[in-house]
T-cell receptor, first 115, second 116 residues
Framework: DGGITQSPKYLFRKEGQNVTLSCEQNLNHDAMYWYRQDPGQGLRLIYY???????QKGDIAEGYSVSREKKESFPLTVTSAQKNPTAFYLC??????????????FGPGTRLTVL | AQSVTQPDIHITVSEGASLELRCNYSYGATPYLFWYVQSPGQGLQLLLK??????LVQGIKGFEAEFKRSQSSFNLRKPSVHWSDAAEYFC??????????????FGTGTLLAVQP
């Protein structure tokens, strides 16, 4: 089956710890995205990547880091510098450069809770 | 700056009744518009999208949306709601097309409840 997988589904972190959220896609999509979702605020863009080994900050990148070493993988690290990391994190991907290229497809999400 | 407004935070409709969810956008060029649906604790599923052409767009699950440039709106409609439609609905505008500037800007969502 083609799709986007995110792991783990639930993640608990102690204050001061870094954690890494996994996002993998087998859709052969070029672009990948990380969003943060908080109640009543919609989705906000953290980072995105158009090609391997390149990524750009979104609207709320502070306290987060990413890497894009492989086309199919775009892990997100939530660092201890992120002051309020408890949220639902969504990964998305998109085919770049075709007529349907603007559609983003989403993974099932990871809920991160800081204890 | 681009923005999306969903004025209704929460809507309750009876099963079998018609539904309209409102979405207004602010964007300088021809927009790319999307509606997504999210069940609790799940990711987002694409319902429909508008890129160009016919302003009435058909989507999955019996939903449709109409792009009205003069009103900067892209309202989502369904003629008869089913209990399984209870979910949160997000409208989004694509900020650019292709290339490095293609991002989505989301509204804050409308939570739909369906009563028997």
């Amino acid at each position: 089956d083609g799709g986007i997988t995110q792991s783990p589904k639930y993640l608990f972190r102690k204050e001061g710890q870094n954690v890494t959220l996994s996002c993998e896609q087998n859709l052969n999509h070029d672009a990948m995205y990380w969003y943060r979702q908080d109640p009543g605020q919609g989705l906000r863009l953290i980072y995105y990547s158009q090609i391997v080994n390149d990524f750009q900050k979104g609207d709320i990148a502070e306290g987060y880091s990413v890497s894009r070493e492989k086309k199919e993988s775009f892990p997100l690290t939530v660092t201890s510098a992120q002051k309020n990391p408890t949220a639902f994190y969504l990964c998305a991907s998109r085919i770049d450069g075709t007529s349907g290229g603007d559609t983003q497809y989403f993974g099932p999400g990871t809920r991160l809770t800081v204890l | 700056a681009q923005s999306v407004t969903q004025p209704d935070i929460h809507i309750t409709v009876s099963e079998g009744a018609s539904l309209e969810l409102r979405c207004n956008y602010s964007y300088g060029a021809t927009p790319y518009l999307f509606w997504y649906v999210q069940s609790p604790g799940q990711g987002l599923q694409l319902l429909l999208k508008y890129f160009s052409g016919d302003t009435l767009v058909q989507g999955i699950k019996g939903f449709e949306a109409e792009f009205k440039r003069s009103q900067s709106s892209f309202n989502l409609r369904k003629p008869s709601v089913h209990w399984s439609d209870a979910a949160e609905y997000f409208c989004a505008v694509g900020a650019g097309y292709g290339g490095a500037t293609n991002k989505l800007i989301f509204g804050t969502g409308t939570l739909l409840a369906v009563q028997p």
